[in-house]
């Protein structure tokens, strides 16, 4: 069983930065794809981000140039910069398209 737990989120105003982590048990970070979704209250999830084993990232239009995924050790990291009121969610870390972290909150304020 893979275990995620995410952490960083938070409020903060537009235009803002907050860096998200999530870390992996095992060696699931550095061999398995890992990404980032993201759930908006009445909205279903979409994806933002994802990092392959090879080091290959791909981003949700939405996000280019704002957001940078990356792999830190045993945890993967999203920094987001220039944040907007749109990207207020509850943001997901994912394992291999199967195992689901807990969740965290980032609010953006206008």
């Known amino acids: 069983q893979v275990h995620l737990a995410e952490s960083g989120g938070g409020l903060v105003q537009t235009g803002g930065s907050l860096r998200l982590s999530c870390v992996g048990s095992?060696?699931?970070?550095?061999?398995?794809?890992m990404a980032w979704y993201r759930q908006a209250p009445g909205k279903q999830r979409e994806f933002v981000a994802r990092?392959?084993?090879?080091?290959t990232t791909s981003y949700a239009d939405s996000v280019k140039g704002r957001f940078t995924i990356s792999r830190d050790g045993v945890k993967v990291v999203l920094q987001m910069n220039s944040l907007k009121p749109e990207d207020t969610a509850v943001h997901y870390c994912?394992?291999?398209?199967?195992?689901w972290g807990q969740g965290t909150q980032v609010t953006v304020s206008s």
């Open positions: 994912n394992s291999g398209g199967t195992f």
């Open positions: 095992g060696s699931v970070v550095s061999t398995t794809t």
């Open positions: 990092i392959r084993s090879s080091g």
